[in-house]
């Protein structure tokens, strides 16, 4: 099978609306899912609040304050079906990218939509084939033999700093 380029497969950009029913769940997100923080090191409050809305509100509309907002699914077997199923809940169709920002912001149309047809945004079948060539370069192997170049590469960079003295030009020695 031979790969597409991205732009035959670009489809229209389509973002998410309000939620068409009301919620069936009265719980509040109990934190913000766009605030990358929330996921981070410092964010340690994030297994609490995913337990509670894996049990008081397993589907939940997340609002956004620059964005339509989207839906958020937490358990697991809710959101193995959602993954299978891309003819209902499609990534290629504005579903993956959490934040559009608002109708009257300016975007420029060639950049946005390439940026929603990369390969996180993209649908079977054109998902597929780009995952299966990209696989090979997340493999525990690979990734242990890259680890293992670049310690090397980057020790060999810092002695080469200690051996020019206690003050050099770390951006010229580094990017060299």
């Keep these: 099978m031979t790969l597409q380029n991205v732009t035959d497969t670009y489809q229209e950009e389509v973002p998410p609306g309000t939620p068409?029913?009301?919620?069936?769940?009265?719980?509040?997100?109990p934190v913000d899912l766009t605030d990358p923080t929330v996921f981070s090191s410092r964010g340690g409050y994030t297994h609490r609040a995913f337990a509670e809305m894996r049990e008081k509100a397993p589907v939940m509309w997340h609002p956004e304050q620059a964005g339509a907002g989207f839906w958020a699914v937490t358990p697991y077997e809710l959101v193995k079906q959602v993954e299978l199923n891309p003819a209902a809940f499609s990534s290629q169709r504005g579903g993956i990218l959490m934040t559009y920002g608002l109708p009257e912001q300016p975007r420029h149309p060639l950049l946005h939509s390439s940026s929603l047809n990369s390969l996180i945004n993209l649908d079977r079948p054109y998902h597929t084939p780009l995952r299966m060539e990209h696989m090979h370069f997340f493999r525990?192997?690979?990734?242990?033999?890259?680890?293992?170049?670049?310690?090397?590469?980057?020790?060999?960079?810092?002695?080469?700093?200690?051996?020019?003295?206690?003050?050099?030009?770390?951006?010229?020695?580094?990017?060299?």
């Design 140 to 176: 525990p192997g690979f990734v242990a033999e890259l680890k293992k170049r670049v310690d090397a590469q980057v020790t060999e960079l810092l002695d080469g700093m200690e051996k020019q003295g206690p003050i050099v030009d770390m951006v010229e020695m580094f990017s060299a």
């Design 20 to 29: 068409k029913f009301p919620a069936i769940h009265d719980l509040a997100p």
